[in-house]
């Protein structure tokens, strides 16, 4: 296999593709929201459980590529137990570290398990799987509405 | 059957492709992509272009460049000539019986919505019925779906088998006295379905509907005669069909186009114009407002010619025995199922590798130098009827080999070690 391949296809992304964690709807959600993305026909629905400003539950559904279901499972395991505000945070250094590469401001090191997602970079056609949860999060965070689309 | 002559001896084989001299002329295929050598097989997206139509472009931008229809100096005599001169060739190539009854568009799409906001919207009214098959590219749909909505009509859809073979009996049930129009493709883009589309117009003309054939993936694989067919309107992309992207096809027979309102408003396509009352060029030019493509239409020419000197009846032959090949060889792949299995088909292969999501088997796929389309094809609703979000499609010309084929399957296996 290619570096480059071996670092998409990590094996914690593929270990999180095949058995998404959190691949629910959690127990007295009160947020969702959709994401789409045409391109490759990934479809998912977020579902967020918020007490206060604290994400306490987080689970999702559909169908999507490895990197689509494991950028969520991964986002999933992050953000539980964080508050929006936290998530916020973390979804700027999440997409800066997909968008930018090693030469961005994010070292992947400090982002735990997220770090498995810094291979995308090198394949810009990839980067929308990787980052179609995080704006599904966002905007569930901010109350659904109209379905997130990366297109 | 005819009886095929005795070739004098030395002369090449008229049913046999040179396939390696072939690629010659397309220099884009020569060329390492990833440190790989390009095994290009996405050529119902797009097709690669040969060295004639690059350069007969380009001559025309070198030598000819002027507008056209209304130079009185040579350079626009020169450029019209050549601009017509592309029509009758589409015009040859199709089988047409008029020049005038070639519009050149920008592509299939184009073509299609100009019948619908034409024709359509000049026949079709509250209560009536437009038929589409549920293998329809999203283009030969959501024009269809605007015309209904604008008008409170109906869009009905003829179903398939789950090969991918359109059911007849269930079409012609669906043909009912409202229905305005059969708008469906020649060729399925996403599954490679060939469908019998003599047999298609005959029903439908028989209740007195025309049918817009959308042959945006049959005229780079099918000899065409739209006469023989006896379909009302014929749309097709120059791209799909190894000439340049923006120019495109619509033929209408003469009488529709005649009596059609014109589009889109503007210059050429009028004959005189005051602030009182303008009145319309005649066929084709009223469909053709402002300076046409007119490089595109040329480099469109040079790919007819092409095509025609390599022969389409070859090329079809050529591609049916790839095919073939293609079909043994990716049901090797354990894991691999083909999606769309029709008894006439052209060169697409869709398939699925386990649960390997398409679009990360071409992920894979492209590591290795080998070009495929991953999704869902412009085809959403065909995707839901087969129940998958998804395919991979490898779609296959004439300057494709059994190596390239060969080069699929091996990169396959790679994807299946990444995902094991």
Request: with cysteine; net charge neutral; aromatic share 6%.
């Amino acid at each position: 296999m290619s570096p480059d391949l071996r670092d998409l296809y990590q094996e914690v992304v593929i270990d999180h593709s095949k058995k998404p964690r959190n691949f629910r709807k959690p127990e007295g959600a009160n947020r969702s929201a959709e994401g789409l993305n045409p391109l490759c026909g990934d479809e998912m629905t977020l579902y967020l459980k918020l007490a206060g400003d604290v994400i306490e539950d987080i689970g999702f559904q559909g169908a999507g590529c490895a990197i689509s279901k494991a950028s969520a499972s991964l986002m999933s395991s992050a953000v539980k137990g964080k508050t929006r505000l936290e998530a916020e945070a973390l979804f700027e250094r999440v997409h800066s570290m997909l968008t930018e590469g090693p030469e961005g401001k994010v070292d992947p090191e400090e982002l735990g398990k997220l770090a498995a997602l810094s291979g995308v970079w090198e394949f810009p056609a990839r980067v929308k799987c990787a980052s179609l949860a995080w704006h599904t999060l966002r905007s569930a965070l901010a109350g659904g509405g109209a379905p997130v689309s990366t297109e | 059957m005819s009886v095929p002559r005795r070739r004098a001896a030395g002369a090449p084989n008229p049913t046999v492709l040179d396939v390696e001299k072939l690629r010659k002329d397309f220099p884009i295929l020569r060329q390492e992509v990833r440190k790989k050598p390009l095994v290009y097989l996405d050529s119902a997206a797009t097709a690669q272009k040969p060295r004639a139509v690059i350069d007969a472009i380009d001559r025309y931008y070198l030598e000819d460049n002027a507008n056209v229809h209304r130079g009185v100096h040579l350079l626009s005599e020169r450029a019209t000539e050549a601009y017509e001169g592309a029509r009758e060739k589409v015009q040859g190539f199709i089988g047409a019986a008029h020049a005038h009854e070639i519009v050149f568009l920008r592509g299939t799409t184009e073509a299609i919505n100009l019948v619908a906001q034409t024709y359509g919207r000049s026949r079709v009214s509250s209560g009536d019925e437009v038929l589409v098959t549920v293998m329809e590219h999203h283009s030969n749909i959501v024009p269809w779906q605007m015309l209904c909505e604008e008008k409170g009509a109906a869009l009905r859809v003829a179903p398939m088998d789950d090969a991918g073979q359109l059911l007849l009996d269930e079409m012609e049930k669906l043909i009912g006295p409202r229905t305005r129009l059969l708008a469906l493709g020649h060729v399925s883009n996403a599954l490679g379905s060939i469908h019998p589309v003599r047999e298609i117009v005959e029903m439908a003309h028989r209740r007195g509907v025309p049918v817009l054939l959308d042959g945006a993936q049959a005229a780079p694989h099918l000899a065409i005669d739209v006469r023989q067919i006896g379909c009302d309107f014929y749309a097709f992309s120059g791209h799909k069909l190894f000439g340049p992207t923006g120019i495109g096809v619509l033929y209408g027979k003469s009488e529709l186009l005649e009596e059609m309102p014109p589009w889109q408003g503007g210059g050429d396509m009028i004959s005189s114009v005051s602030f009182e009352k303008t009145t319309w060029n005649k066929v084709p030019h009223k469909f053709e407002a402002g300076t046409p493509d007119i490089a595109g239409a040329i480099g469109l020419g040079a790919a007819i010619d092409y095509v025609s000197r390599v022969g389409l009846p070859r090329i079809a032959a050529y591609e049916h025995d790839l095919l073939g090949y293609a079909t043994e060889a990716l049901q090797t792949v354990p894991g691999l199922r083909l999606v769309g299995t029709a008894k006439e088909k052209a060169a697409v292969l869709s398939f699925l590798l386990g649960d390997v999501h398409p679009h990360d088997v071409g992920t894979v796929l492209d590591r290795e130098g080998v070009a495929i389309r991953t999704g869902h094809h412009c085809a959403q609703p065909l995707m839901r009827r087969l129940g998958v979000a998804a395919t991979a499609r490898a779609s296959l010309a004439f300057y494709n080999r059994r190596e390239d084929v060969d080069a699929l399957v091996k990169a396959l296996h790679k994807v299946r070690e990444v995902f094991a």
